[in-house]
T-cell receptor, first 116, second 113 residues
Framework: NAGVMQNPRHLVRRRGQEARLRCSPM?????VYWYRQLPEEGLKFMVYLQKENIIDESGMPKERFSAEFPKEGPSILRIQQVVRGDSAAYFC??????????????FGSGTQLSVL | KQEVTQIPAALSVPEGENLVLNCSFTDSAIYNLQWFRQDPGKGLTSLLLIQSSQREQTSGRLNASLDKSSGRSTLYIAASQPGDSATYLCAVRRMTSGSRLTFGEGTQLTVNP
């Protein structure tokens, strides 16, 4: 039973390019969360998705960032026209029963994005 | 707005020592609190989850307590080992924020052999 899978592990982009980060949740999980960890800072919530729906995107920057979780395939976090300030570790997490007070999130190993 | 603070930011102890990591949060209306471990270059591993109605949870050498009214949680590690060296994060799930977690900035623990 594989855990949350993120790829790539490391992604290098030049300013102005696009970055696509992928996340496959744990088997049986249909709820995906994206968090960003900037250098020397804690994890910050970005977006919460269910299959084909964005539930909460209150932590996502209004411009250049988008996320999707299609019916088939992984969740994608897309950053257009990247800037140096986007350099960070991006973590994906998944859960099975978000309405339960006993809900646990399971995290992937993250994608380290470096913008040159 | 929920704020989560962890003290100390870094801690270095000799092997075998018992230690306590602290977490405080400003909004006591929480569903639960989780302690995670993060190793360099890796993801987060959930260690313990305490529901808002619980006072503590134990797993092996780890014990986490929760005092919701005062907005505090502690993670107690008994008989520390070099393999415990990692960053420890606490995160709260608020009642008004759906499933999102608010994280502290972590305590970086080093256990010296």
């Amino acid at each position: 039973n594989a855990g949350v899978m993120q790829n790539p592990r490391h992604l290098v982009r030049r300013r102005g390019q696009e970055a696509r980060l992928r996340c496959s949740p744990m088997k049986g999980h249909s709820h995906v969360y994206w968090y960003r960890q900037l250098p020397e800072e804690g994890l910050k919530f970005m977006v919460y998705l269910q299959k084909e729906n964005i539930i909460d995107e209150s932590g996502m920057p209004k411009e250049r960032f988008s996320a999707e979780f299609p019916k088939e395939g992984p969740s994608i976090l897309r950053i257009q026209q990247v800037v140096r300030g986007d350099s960070a570790a991006y973590f994906c997490a998944s859960s099975h029963a978000p309405d339960s007070t006993n809900e646990k999130l399971f995290f992937g190993s993250g994608t380290q994005l470096s913008v040159l | 707005k929920q704020e989560v603070t962890q003290i100390p930011a870094a801690l270095s102890v000799p092997e075998g020592e018992n230690l306590v990591l602290n977490c405080s949060f400003t909004d006591s209306a929480i569903y639960n609190l989780q302690w995670f471990r993060q190793d360099p270059g890796k993801g987060l591993t959930s260690l313990l989850l305490i529901q808002s109605s619980q006072r503590e949870q134990t797993s092996g050498r780890l014990n986490a307590s929760l005092d919701k009214s005062s907005g505090r949680s502690t993670l107690y590690i008994a008989a520390s080992q070099p393999g415990d060296s990692a960053t420890y994060l606490c995160a709260v799930r608020r009642m008004t924020s759906g499933s999102r977690l608010t994280f502290g900035e972590g305590t970086q623990l080093t256990v010296n052999p």
